[in-house]
């Protein structure tokens, strides 16, 4: 699980737009460009390179 303070400070590296927690997945999910950001071992990789579109 991902805390939620760190939701509200992370932006897309993409677009800068806002993200969300998709817990099922284990993904980080950009709401404007919709890239997908995987989660490993509970750390967020936000790098443009390891999205998934």
Not at 2 to 27: F, H, M, Q, S
Not at 28 to 53: R, S
């Amino acid at each position: 699980m991902i805390d939620t303070k760190l939701l509200d400070i992370l932006a897309c590296p993409a677009c800068k737009g806002d993200v969300e927690y998709d817990a099922r997945n284990e993904k980080i999910i950009c709401t404007q460009c919709k890239k997908k950001y995987p989660v490993k071992d509970g750390i967020p990789v936000m790098l443009v390179e390891e999205a998934e579109e």
